[in-house]
């Protein structure tokens, strides 16, 4: 595996989206939801700090080497899974900051979607199909892996 590089600039998201070519002809393998809470032998619960909370998410890719998205301080995920007359493959992915979006620190989050059209102020909190995946987190950073 290689090493892990940070999102910290737009120009980074450039340097990831210009890597995996946007994402065209990929798909969304596995995801792996960390929270860092537990309930300790006493049964008190820790409910972990903000950088607990991670999210990793495995991509395989018809044309680029399958690669690894960590998202730390999770704030929000919505996965859309099987869709009835919808392949799962993406065609072009949105990953950009967001200052404000959403209350509390950091006031910059990023999100990334499964649609490079993804609209952060215009979601629908009905369950419908077709569905995007998206993800919002303080903090992305990457790397290619070997198998998964």
Same mark, same amino acid.
């Given at each position: 595996m290689s090493r892990w590089q940070k999102i910290a600039s737009q120009n980074d998201i450039d340097e990831l989206l210009n890597f995996y070519v946007g994402f065209h002809d990929s798909c969304l393998v596995s995801a792996n939801y960390r929270s860092g809470a537990?309930?300790? @032998?006493?049964?008190?619960?820790?409910?972990?700090?903000?950088? =607990? !909370? @991670?999210?990793?998410?495995?991509? !395989? %890719? =018809?044309?680029k080497p399958r690669i690894e998205l960590c998202?730390?301080?999770l704030r929000q995920f919505h996965l859309a899974g099987w869709q009835d007359n +919808?392949?799962?493959? &993406?065609?072009?992915? !949105? /990953?950009?900051? +967001?200052? *404000?979006?959403?209350?509390?620190?950091? *006031?910059?989050? &990023?999100?990334? *979607?499964d649609n490079e059209s993804f609209?952060? =102020?215009? /979601?629908?909190s009905a369950i419908h199909e077709? %569905?995007?995946? +998206? &993800?919002v987190a303080n903090a992305l950073k990457w790397r290619v892996?070997?198998? =998964?």
């Open positions: 537990f309930v300790d @032998e006493k049964g008190a619960m820790g409910n972990g700090d903000a950088d =607990q !909370h @991670e999210l990793l998410v495995v991509f !395989h %890719s =018809q044309w998202f730390t301080g +919808y392949f799962c493959d &993406i065609f072009g992915a !949105h /990953l950009s900051f +967001y200052d *404000s979006l959403l209350p509390g620190t950091p *006031s910059r989050v &990023i999100v990334w *979607s609209d952060v =102020q215009n /979601l629908a077709p %569905s995007d995946t +998206y &993800i892996i070997d198998k =998964q």
